[in-house]
C-alpha cells in the first residue's frame, strides 16, 4: 500500500531536550516536505527536499532541520525544542514537487 | 509572501443545504489544489485545478479555478453528513505549497 509514515504519532518532550520525527514513503517519490498545523494559521511548510541530499526552507523553518540521505526518509530534527514549536506535523511527499501532496497522518508535539 | 485567503473559517449546515467555499490570493498560481481532512488523519487530495475558467466536478462537489488563476471555489450540493471535514485549498508552485488556513465544514443530519 502506497503510504507515507511518521513516527511518533504524539510526543511530549521539555524545553531543549532533541527530539526527531520520523518520515518515510514508499512511493519513490522526489519531493519530501515538513509542514506544521496551527489553529487559525492553516499548514506551514517548514523544509523541503526535491532530491536525495537536496533541501531548502520553506516559510517557517527557524528552529528546524532535515537531512535526506536516502529518498525514502526525510527527517525532521529539533535540536533544541521550545514551547512555541508545539504544533500538529505533517509530512509529505510527491513526485516532482509540484503535483498530488500524499501526506502521512501526523505527529502531535507538545513542548512543555 | 504569498497568502491564500479561505472564506468562511466555519461553517455548519443541516444535510441537504449547498454550500460555496471560497479561497482567494493576490498572487498567480501555475496550479491550485484541494484537499480534505478528517481528524486524527493528514489531508487528502480532491482535485487540482491548472487552467484559469476551469470547472472540475467530483461527484456533488464542483471546483472552480478562476480565469485570472488567483482564485478558486468549491461547491457543494445537497451536503451529507459524510463531507463533513476541514477542507484546504493550496497553491502550487514549484516545489512550494502554500495553504490557506481552511474551511472547518460540518454537516448536521
Known amino acids: 500500500e502506497a503510504q507515507v509514515t511518521q513516527n511518533p504519532r504524539y510526543l511530549i518532550t521539555v524545553t531543549g531536550k532533541k527530539l526527531t520525527v520520523t518520515c518515510s514513503q514508499n512511493?519513490?517519490?522526489?519531493?519530501m516536505s515538513w509542514y506544521r498545523q496551527d489553529p487559525g494559521l492553516g499548514l506551514r511548510q517548514i523544509y523541503y527536499?526535491?532530491?536525495?541530499?537536496?533541501?531548502d526552507k520553506g516559510d517557517v523553518p527557524e528552529g528546524y532541520k532535515v537531512s535526506r540521505k536516502e529518498k525514502r526518509n526525510f527527517p525532521l530534527i529539533l535540536e533544541s525544542p521550545s514551547p512555541n514549536q508545539t504544533s500538529l506535523y505533517f509530512c509529505?511527499?510527491?513526485?516532482?514537487?509540484?503535483?498530488?501532496?500524499?501526506f502521512g497522518s501526523g505527529t502531535q508535539l507538545s513542548v512543555l | 509572501t504569498q497568502l491564500l485567503e479561505q472564506s468562511p473559517q466555519f461553517l455548519s449546515i443541516q444535510e441537504g443545504e449547498n454550500l460555496t467555499v471560497y479561497c482567494n490570493s493576490s498572487?498567480?498560481?501555475?496550479?491550485l489544489q484541494w484537499y480534505r481532512q478528517e481528524p486524527g488523519e493528514g489531508p487528502v487530495l480532491l482535485v487540482t485545478?491548472?487552467?484559469?475558467?476551469e470547472v472540475k466536478k467530483l461527484k456533488r462537489l464542483t471546483f472552480q479555478f478562476g480565469d485570472a488563476r488567483k482564485d478558486s471555489s468549491l461547491h457543494i450540493t445537497a451536503a451529507q453528513p459524510g463531507d463533513t471535514g476541514l477542507y484546504l485549498c493550496?497553491?502550487?508552485?514549484?516545489?512550494?505549497?502554500?495553504f490557506g488556513t481552511g474551511t472547518r465544514l460540518k454537516v448536521l443530519a
Open positions: 512511493m519513490n517519490h522526489e519531493y
Open positions: 509529505a511527499s510527491s513526485w516532482r514537487g509540484n503535483e498530488k501532496l500524499f
Open positions: 498572487s498567480v498560481f501555475s496550479s
Open positions: 493550496a497553491g502550487a508552485g514549484t516545489y512550494k505549497y502554500i
Open positions: 485545478v491548472v487552467t484559469g475558467g
Open positions: 527536499s526535491m532530491n536525495v541530499e537536496v533541501t
